[in-house]
């Protein structure tokens, strides 16, 4: 793998920046591997990544059906933070966050992590009694959290509309939060899996799972049958899909959620603001633009867009927060097909057949997770057991009845 450096620019600005090599290999599928990897977004790339690096299990495929990063990955709006209520949910995104922090230097790859500070609003008296509950968990489990007044939101973001139909009364901070790149995360952790081994196989659904005796034998695909000795299904909005290949029922409903961005201004934002009871939340991008996202559309369905009533109330709700921003006009809008669970928390474990393993249910905040779901399901998946930082998350928890219930802290409400 080439080094990224200031040198390496150097030396090859002076080539015109004609010599980089290709950034990952385009390889046809091998007969057999030990692992194969089903999605090639930032959580599949991220559990081959370290399942090579961190376990040494280097015959590894992720085989994706379209192109990599092309899923979730690459039409979120890139929030991310590690303030959930619960101390099972804390853990695991505070280990994220973690991984965060020296990502770039990990993977020799600049994915633009800014810790630029996320506000999630309160707009009713029990808004803010959740937040100083939420705020005071955060602390006990070690993670940054502040609660803020009106007047101190507003000596933030001075031009919010504090009296509105949605009148804000404080929030909830988190200074260690912010934003990343979300394609360079998808790219970084590509390349470095490449670079240690792992075959990228783009443009190859999964159609079937081969089962023989309780245990799974290798992924049917449009490419062939692939033999493994373990299959790891990473494959967010179409994981119910793929799981009923195994005939396995997943408790998980798609939906589509959107997002949109707007023409690029100059810097005005200076951090994440996020408003659960609203279903907004904003931020504005390196380029410069706003970056907005909504709540999810309440129909299922796998149409990577939604319906324009839901949009149009995000916006409203945009508007009367933020009157300076009545006459932008948005660019794009986009949708994406997000797996929500029941109690709004991830499945990140075993199965009822054996060498099959499932990373589902981030619903509409996983790319926070990315680097921490990859770490702590390619030890899943080397161990054949869960990691204690995901032990919670078992599928079985739906039987058992050990919810952890995050509907309050999750990205907006489901
Ligand atoms: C509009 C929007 C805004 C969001 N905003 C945020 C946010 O601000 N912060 C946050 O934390 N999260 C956010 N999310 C959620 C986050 O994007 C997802 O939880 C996360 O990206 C899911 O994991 P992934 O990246 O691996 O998924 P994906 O990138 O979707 O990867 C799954 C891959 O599986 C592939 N696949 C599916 N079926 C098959 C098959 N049969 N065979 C082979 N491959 C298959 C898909 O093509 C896809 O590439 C948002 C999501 C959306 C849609």
Redesign the pocket.
């Known amino acids: 793998m080439q080094k990224f450096s200031i040198w390496s620019l150097l030396r090859n600005a002076v080539s015109y920046h004609e010599g980089w090599e290709r950034q990952w290999r385009s390889p046809e599928p091998q007969r057999e591997y030990d692992v194969v990897v089903?999605?090639?977004?930032?959580?599949?790339l991220a559990t081959a990544y370290y399942l090579a690096k961190e376990h040494g299990i280097r015959d590894v495929a992720v085989?994706?059906?379209?192109y990599?990063?092309?899923?979730?990955?690459?039409?979120?709006?890139?929030?991310?933070r590690s303030n959930y209520l619960w101390d099972e949910a804390t853990q695991l995104y505070e280990k994220a966050m973690k991984l965060w922090e020296g990502l770039s230097q990990d993977l020799n790859y600049n994915v633009m992590f800014s810790q630029r500070g996320v506000m999630n609003l309160g707009h009713t008296l029990q808004d803010m009694r959740d937040i100083e509950r939420r705020v005071t968990a955060n602390r006990l489990n070690g993670v940054d959290a502040e609660v803020l007044n009106a007047a101190q939101v507003k000596e933030i973001v001075p031009f919010i509309n504090l009296n509105t139909r949605y009148p804000v009364l404080g929030a909830s901070l988190q200074r260690r939060a912010g934003v990343a790149r979300h394609d360079a995360v998808a790219w970084g952790f590509a390349r470095a899996a490449d670079a240690l081994g792992v075959d990228i196989i783009q443009n190859?659904?999964?159609?079937g799972i081969g089962r023989e005796g309780g245990r799974v034998t290798g992924v049917d695909t449009a490419k062939g049958f692939i033999k493994a000795k373990k299959v790891a299904v990473?494959?967010?909005?179409?994981s119910s899909?793929?799981a009923s290949m195994a005939g396995i029922r997943l408790p998980i409903e798609s939906h589509p959620?959107?997002?949109l961005v707007s023409e690029p201004l100059k810097p005005v934002f200076p951090n994440v603001v996020m408003s659960n009871a609203i279903h907004a939340?904003i931020s504005q991008s390196d380029k410069g633009d706003l970056v907005i996202?909504a709540g999810i559309d309440q129909y299922a369905g796998y149409g990577q867009r939604g319906s324009y009533q839901t949009i149009e109330h995000t916006l409203q709700a945009i508007v009367e927060m933020f009157p300076m921003f009545s006459r932008v006009r948005m660019n794009r809008q986009?949708?994406?097909?997000?797996d929500i669970s029941p109690d709004a928390c991830p499945i990140i474990g075993l199965t009822p057949v054996k060498g099959l393993y499932i990373n589902c249910g981030?619903?509409?905040?996983?790319?926070?997770?990315?680097p921490g779901s990859g770490w702590v399901m390619a030890h899943t998946v080397a161990q054949d057991r869960p990691h204690p930082l995901n032990e919670a998350f078992a599928l079985e928890r739906f039987t058992t009845g050990h919810l952890i219930d995050e509907h309050g802290a999750a990205?907006v409400a489901h």
């Open positions: 089903v999605g090639a977004g930032g959580h599949g085989v994706e059906r379209g990599l990063g092309g899923g979730n990955t690459a039409r979120n709006t890139t929030i991310v190859c659904e999964v159609i990473v494959a967010a909005g179409h899909v793929i959620l959107q997002a939340y996202g986009w949708g994406g097909i997000v981030w619903g509409t905040g996983g790319f926070k997770a990315t990205a």
